[in-house]
Nanobody
């Protein structure tokens, strides 16, 4: 049974930082793409960042480039999202997910398992 558990969300002031974690179990973590998505109230779930199984390639949404960094530790079966210089528009529920292929890693429908989400609130 595949399980993804996010943690690290919370309330932060604009300009602050948070680090999200995603602990995975139930599959060979190192063989899968890890992605982060977010969903703000009343909006569609959107791509944030993805990292290839080896960690050699990453992809970011334009809105977070230069502020967010995705990483992974395959030995710990954990992926991370370091979020710096947070803005009020980053407020959302953040989800991690796994995908079997790097192809179309920005597309949520490519991801087959999802975590339950962690809330991030950025106050201005």
């Amino acid at each position: 049974q595949v399980q993804l558990v996010e943690s690290g969300g919370g309330l932060v002031q604009a300009g602050g930082s948070l680090r999200l974690s995603c602990a995975a179990s139930g599959r060979t973590f190192s063989r899968y793409v890890m992605g982060w998505f977010r969903q703000a109230a009343g909006k569609e779930r959107e791509f944030v960042a993805a990292i290839m199984w080896s960690g050699g390639s990453t992809n970011y949404a334009d809105s977070v480039k230069g502020r967010f960094t995705i990483s992974r530790d395959n030995a710990k079966n954990t992926a991370y999202l370091q979020m710096n210089n947070l803005k009020s528009e980053d407020t959302a529920v953040y989800y991690c997910a796994t995908a079997p292929s790097w192809y179309s890693a920005t597309t949520r429908y490519e991801y087959d398992y999802w975590g339950q989400g962690t809330q991030v609130i950025v106050s201005s």
